[in-house]
């Protein structure tokens, strides 16, 4: 089955793609984009992998579903495309930022330049039905991102994944902790932020393990457009 995204992604994949119940997922997402409004737009489906290749992955923040909003979904968690306005999430994360780093809340929501510098923005489910959130869940999407984490646990050494809430924490289950340096808390959601996320200081630690492995460490700022 031919799936179009990163190379080096599609190499690591191969196998997941030829599996049966990714070939059963493959039909049920083109018939979902042929008869309803579906986001995010088709050519972004893939899109964390895309701006983010295997051997760039440095961390790793694992969302839930995409926005279900008009024009919100663009391929990464957590993010939307420009022009949108912040999802209350996304603003709870700036705030974070601000406080943790001390780096302006942006205006902007689109996190593409936190993908480029090897952020993967991984969500667990990569489609969803206009204003039906949760929608796609349990087709197949959370199997195929269950391996992609399992391969970037087992092959990579290293990385921080950033796991927000319970449904986050849960994915990440199987990661080796031994290898990798995993972040726990709230999700910043307004239901979650207060139950720890406040406070929790995730991008100044992230940013703090790269550099003791030496290597470089993100540069967290979106600029506002």
Do not use: C
């Not at 999430?89 to 205006?107: A, M, R």
């Not at 994915?171 to 139950?195: C, M, Q, T, W």
Request: glycine share 8%; net charge positive; hydrophobic share 35%.
């Amino acid at each position: 089955m031919d799936v179009k995204l990163d190379a080096s992604w599609k190499e690591v994949l191969k196998d997941e793609f030829e599996k049966d119940y990714f070939k059963i997922l493959t039909d049920f997402v083109r018939n979902e984009y042929k008869t309803k409004t579906i986001y995010p737009p088709a050519s972004k489906i893939f899109s964390a992998f895309d701006y983010t290749p295997f051997n760039d992955v440095k961390v790793v923040l694992i969302g839930q579903d995409p926005y279900h909003g008009i024009g919100q979904a663009n391929g990464l968690s957590f993010s939307v495309a420009d022009g949108i306005k912040l999802p209350p999430s996304l603003q709870n994360i700036y705030k974070e930022l601000n406080d943790d780093l001390g780096i302006g809340v942006s205006t902007s929501g689109n996190l593409e330049t936190w993908a480029k510098q090897g952020v993967l923005l991984l969500n667990a489910t990569l489609t969803v039905e206009a204003s039906k959130a949760g929608s796609h869940q349990k087709k197949g999407w959370e199997i195929f991102t269950d391996a992609v984490i399992q391969k970037l646990s087992d092959q990579k050494e290293n990385l921080v994944f950033i796991l927000w809430g319970a449904y986050a924490q849960k994915k990440g289950a199987k990661i080796d902790r031994n290898k990798h340096f995993v972040i726990e808390s709230a999700h910043p959601s307004p239901l979650g932020a207060y139950r720890g996320f406040w406070g929790s200081k995730p991008f100044s630690k992230t940013n703090d393990f790269l550099k003791s492995k030496n290597l470089q460490p993100i540069n967290w700022e979106i600029k506002n457009k």
